[in-house]
Nanobody, 124 residues
Framework: QVQLVESGGGLVQAGDSLRLSCATSGRSFSNYAMGWFRQAPGKEREFVAGINWSGSSTYYADSVKGRFTISRDNAKDTVYLQMNSLKPEDMAVYYC?????????????????WGQGTQVTVSS
């Protein structure tokens, strides 16, 4: 059984940084690409960042490019999202997800397993 557990969310001020972690269980974490999505109240879930199985390729939403960095440690079965220069519009529940292996990184149906989410609150 695959489980994804996010952590690291919290309340910060605009301009601060946070690092989210997503610990996974189940087999063959290193075989799968991973992604981070977020969902703000009243809005649809949106792609934030993605990373291929080895970490050699990364993908970002335009809204976070240059501020957020996705990375992974396959030895620890964990994927990270370093978030710098946070803005109030970054406030959302952040989810990590495992990509199925087909479909675009940017599309939620391309992912088959999801975590429960971690709240990020940014005050102005």
């Amino acid at each position: 059984q695959v489980q994804l557990v996010e952590s690291g969310g919290g309340l910060v001020q605009a301009g601060d940084s946070l690092r989210l972690s997503c610990a996974t269980s189940g087999r063959s974490f290193s075989n799968y690409a991973m992604g981070w999505f977020r969902q703000a109240p009243g809005k649809e879930r949106e792609f934030v960042a993605g990373i291929n199985w080895s970490g050699s390729s990364t993908y970002y939403a335009d809204s976070v490019k240059g501020r957020f960095t996705i990375s992974r440690d396959n030895a620890k079965d964990t994927v990270y999202l370093q978030m710098n220069s946070l803005k109030p519009e970054d406030m959302a529940v952040y989810y990590c997800a495992r990509r199925t292996g087909s479909g675009t990184y940017y599309y939620a149906p391309s992912y088959d397993y999801w975590g429960q989410g971690t709240q990020v609150t940014v005050s102005s």
